[in-house]
Structure formats: C-alpha cells, structure tokens
C-alpha cells in the first residue's frame, strides 16, 4: 500500500508560481509511475502531467504544456509539480497519483492505483 501526500498549494494572484509536491511512504517509490490531475469545482478530474518510474520521460496536458514541469527525486520518495504563470483557470484540487509499472505510463486517471488527498490551489484574478 503507498500512501501519497500533497503540500504546497495556496492562494496567489495570476501570473504567480507554487511548486506542489507528494510524498510517498509504504512502497518502492522509484517502481511506479507518478500523475498530477486536478478537478475544479462542477468539473470532472482531468490529467495535468506524469512522470514515468525513472524520470526520463514526461508527459502534459495542453493547458500545462509550457507553464507547468513535473519532476521526482526518487531519493527523497517525492515527485513535485512546479506551476509557473498561474492562471485562474488553474483553479483546482491538485492530486497526485502512483501507478504500478506498466510498459506505457497511462495517462487516464482510472490506470492509477493509490491517490492523494488532494491540495487546493486557488489563483486570483
């Protein structure tokens, strides 16, 4: 069982940056495959980016492509999602996500095994 926790969001004003990050506990964190999404409020969870295993490879929604960079230290069990030129459209619950290791990393939110509890991020306008 991996248990994840989310830190770091909060409320800034537009064009502001915060870096999330989660840390895993309870398994081989450098095994599996790590997902940000997010679901504002009235909306469905959508996928924002993901890391495979070794961090050699990333992946991004075309709203985070160019502002946001996920990222892992599989030393310190902790994957972080660094969210430059916030937007208020970036308002959400951000969560991150593990997934057992698969040839491909999915990107759909019901491949990934163990969630967070979720960190609100809100951006003014």
């Known amino acids: 069982q991996v248990h994840l926790v989310e830190s770091g969001g909060g409320l800034v004003q537009a064009g502001a940056s915060l870096r999330l990050s989660c840390v895993a506990s309870?398994?081989?964190?450098?095994?599996?495959?790590m997902g940000w999404f997010r679901q504002a409020p009235g909306k469905e969870r959508e996928f924002v980016a993901a890391?495979?295993?070794?961090?050699?490879?990333?992946y991004y929604s075309d709203s985070a492509k160019g502002r946001f960079t996920i990222s892992r230290d599989n030393a310190k069990n902790t994957a972080y999602l660094q969210m430059n030129s916030l937007k208020p459209e970036d308002t959400a619950v951000y969560y991150c996500?593990?997934?057992?290791?698969?040839?491909?990393?999915?990107?759909?939110?019901?491949?990934?095994?163990?969630w967070g509890q979720g960190t609100q991020v809100s951006v003014s306008s």
């Open positions: 309870g398994g081989t964190f450098s095994s599996y495959g």
């Open positions: 890391i495979i295993w070794s961090g050699t490879d990333t």
């Open positions: 996500a593990a997934q057992r290791w698969r040839p491909i990393i999915s990107l759909l939110d019901y491949d990934y095994d163990y």
